[in-house]
């Protein structure tokens, strides 16, 4: 008999879990990943730090090369390999290869985790000297031009975390810097209490962040510089620009397929990452996924998530059996010293949800008031009717990202505020006050559901 | 109508905690706290921090004066005032007050926050340079001893986090430390993998260790020293001794007015914190408390819990309805540099609990592996036939002690490992690696349970 033959299209986060899973599953299994860019299995989450140096070499970011793979793994991973069309109905894939021939590969089981492609809506964004910071080949185009050219002048268009961590990259590589979102809000869904904690971070790095400000266009000037035109004909002239507006799932190629995409254009998966064709999966940023606490589908693409439904769908294409509960929407960063997080709604996003949120703010420190710690800023959302807890964000120098993985935790569970107030989290005067703010918040959660009801 | 009048006894955690809820609950209740020492409501987590001098003065552990008390929350909080019997059917409680004079008080509800009392049974604990680490007075104690007659050698008996913290206070403060445990572990039970570190972390700083060695005597030498004798025939000589060996609930005068007492020795409650005698509640070190992962009562002394079960007697005495759901066993603490941390069940407590644990270890960093960071060591236990976590420790220099409280929240929502390893936590590099130890321990676990079974 045959092995059976997987197939994977992208080879990155969801890609390689995928191939590692079905592999160490199924030995038999003949595994081989298609990834039309340079490298495999990189740590996409530290592009920024390459960026601004701390990451010496681009190689220290890859995890495992495709020799790497194919040795340790039994796993193909063929790179400049690009999948241009999916034949459901003859089990193929149309593949360009290196040498630019174009050939048909089969397959028994597909996996599809094409990723996302930049969200290009600014017009002008491919003249010289604008950048994106989405994937390691524009990291290093990227920061060749920032050590080649030494711009001294840099605009970051996109206020999400990946346009704060290029805004600081680039600050800590001596430029100035502006970044310019076009919402009310810094990484999406702030609430205005965090929101403001990272605007004066921001501020006190001499970034200056302009939020309401939609860019409208980048022109090239004779010198050489950019000019960025932004909201009520306002500009700013710089010498690099990076685009972080945001990716939209790489799905056209599934689309062209029949297979299914959700509302939001990402490919529709049920929990075991199985698409409405039979024998392909789909996992990562060319995905939906399911919201614990909304229970509905997202977009919401992000590293973690991607390796998590990889190694499901690959289980499930060996010929395994396992599910992806789905996200909460935890999302943690640094801006600066700063350390910002958030899991589940925000107010807005609660109201939005079809909720009725009330939120609460309380003011705190990362460690017992004798031993001084830094400020440290929680704000809780909770559900009026039903007392849950929605969601919760966290801003401080110390203290605030890894206490989001209590509410996390507790979303998972969908505990109410009422079954929060008691848990029996750790304490001791380095670490917090004696009062966790997280507990605290939720004890005035608690009284706020109450006052209204 | 004469105001309901509460009477607590006792005034550090429980205690304020139940009269500042109570009072917040029914401001027309008379409340009225009886503590025997000088001080209510301070942080005894922070004594060792007295004691190294990090926090200079012991005012600043006091978190409220009785004056405060009295005029912002109209609680009278009465220091100096020793409890000497209740006499439920005359609902009253016979009081020493400062003058040495006793008289009887009325009360309507009765809430007793006792506390715990020294674990006396080392032979000659009571010789002069012999100090405890309880109290607020123990430490004001010891630091005077240290200040005036500067001793140069310490030995510390008892190896749970109190004797940790005060061998580390005494190292800081220049003394030779040595530390002797009874058990063969450290903080009671540590799984060896983690023991190793903090032992390791003695070491290091030149504090010597000694585990399986029971203290048989204290002798006081002609010169003023102490002969410590342990284990066979061993002895240490020391110039001051602190006797950390843990402490027993103060319930002898609850059982002298036959309430009832668990199998721990500690004051039994309901989930209201109500005693066996109607409109007296217990709460804090003198009590037990319900352990939910074990399902059984337990005596687990802590500051935290005490302020939890406070805050729910309060509630009750008052009128209220608030239950306190038990604790998980969530414990850290910091031995120099190193944060240690537990909840749950070790793999020991497991097995004598009646489950069938599995334990495994998992080695990591604290950040993504191209930003270096700390190692960081978890081991976890999940039970074999029900999936069911147990519990985990963690230790590292970086990110052991709040990444506890994912463990703690999962063990209060009774989640399988095979929940767990898709919980939605946070991932920046500065913050951990990629795939979060805990969750590698967790994938690690459900294997061993399916190889197993």
Same mark, same amino acid.
């Given at each position: ?6 197939? $994977? ?6 890609? &390689? ?10 030995? +038999? &299994? ?13 740590? !996409? ?11 010496? +070499? *681009?190689?220290?970011?890859? $995890? ?12 193909? %991973? ?38 996302? =492609? ?68 810094? &990484? ?28 409208? *266009?980048?022109?090239?000037? =004779? ?10 004909? +306002? ?8 685009? !972080? ?8 190629? %599934?689309?062209? #397929? ?7 254009? #990402? ?14 999966? =789909? ?33 499930? %294409? ?8 789905? $996200? ?19 107010? /807005? ?42 969601? /919760? +964000? ?6 605030? %990202? ?38 605290? !918040? ?5 009284? !706020? ?5």
């Amino acid at each position: 008999v045959r092995a059976e033959r997987l197939v $994977i299209i992208g080879g990155v986060a969801a890609g &390689m879990s995928a191939a590692s899973r079905a592999r160490r599953l199924n030995p +038999q &299994m003949e595994v081989v990943v298609l990834e039309k860019g340079d490298y495999v299995s990189y740590g !996409a989450c530290g592009l920024a730090y390459f960026v601004s140096g701390v990451v010496p +070499q *681009a190689e220290d970011l890859v $995890i495992y090369t495709p020799e790497y793979f194919r040795d340790q793994r039994g796993i193909y %991973a063929l790179t400049c390999h690009e999948a241009l069309e999916i034949l459901p109905a003859k089990k193929q894939v149309l593949v360009r290869r290196p040498d630019g021939e174009t050939a048909p590969t089969d397959y028994d089981k597909l996996i599809i985790t094409a990723g996302g =492609a930049p969200d290009v809506e600014v017009p002008g964004a491919d003249a010289p000297g604008v950048f994106r910071c989405n994937s390691l080949a524009d990291a290093i185009a990227l920061r060749a031009f920032l050590e080649e050219r030494k711009p001294k002048r840099a605009v970051v268009i996109g206020g999400g975390y990946i346009g704060l961590e290029a805004a600081e990259a680039l600050r800590r590589r001596g430029l100035e810097v502006s970044l310019l979102e076009r919402s009310a809000t810094l &990484m999406e869904d702030l609430e205005p209490e965090i929101g403001q904690w990272v605007e004066e971070r921001l501020r006190a790095h001499e970034v200056s962040a302009h939020l309401n400000s939609t860019v409208s *266009a980048i022109d090239p000037a =004779a010198d050489g510089s950019l000019v960025v035109s932004y909201g009520q004909r +306002q500009t700013l002239t710089a010498d690099v620009a990076v685009v !972080a507006t945001g990716i939209v799932p790489r799905a056209e190629l %599934a689309a062209r #397929a029949e297979i299914e995409l959700g509302a939001s254009g #990402a490919i529709r998966t049920d929990d075991r990452q199985q698409t409405n064709l039979p024998g392909i999966y =789909a996992a990562g940023d060319c995905t939906e996924t399911f919201h614990r606490v909304t229970g509905g589908a997202v977009y919401f693409p992000l590293g973690t998530t991607a390796n998590k439904q990889g190694r499901v769908a690959g289980e499930n %294409a060996a010929g395994g059996n396992a599910s992806f509960p789905g $996200i909460v929407g935890t999302l943690v960063t640094k801006v600066f010293e700063l350390e910002v997080a958030k899991s589940g709604l925000s107010w /807005a996003g609660a109201r939005a949800a079809g909720f009725q949120p009330e939120v609460v703010k309380v003011d705190s420190r990362s460690r017992a008031r004798y031993l001084k710690g830094k400020p440290l800023r929680c704000t809780l959302v909770a559900d009026r009717p039903s007392g849950r807890l929605l969601g /919760a +964000q966290l801003a401080g120098e110390e203290g605030a %990202a890894r206490r989001i993985d209590v509410v996390a935790t507790a979303l998972a569970a969908q505990m109410t505020v009422a079954d929060f107030v008691h848990l029996d989290l750790g304490y001791a005067p380095p670490f917090g006050p004696v009062y966790d703010p997280l507990l605290v !918040a939720a004890w005035q959660a608690l009284k !706020a559901i109450g006052r209204r009801r």
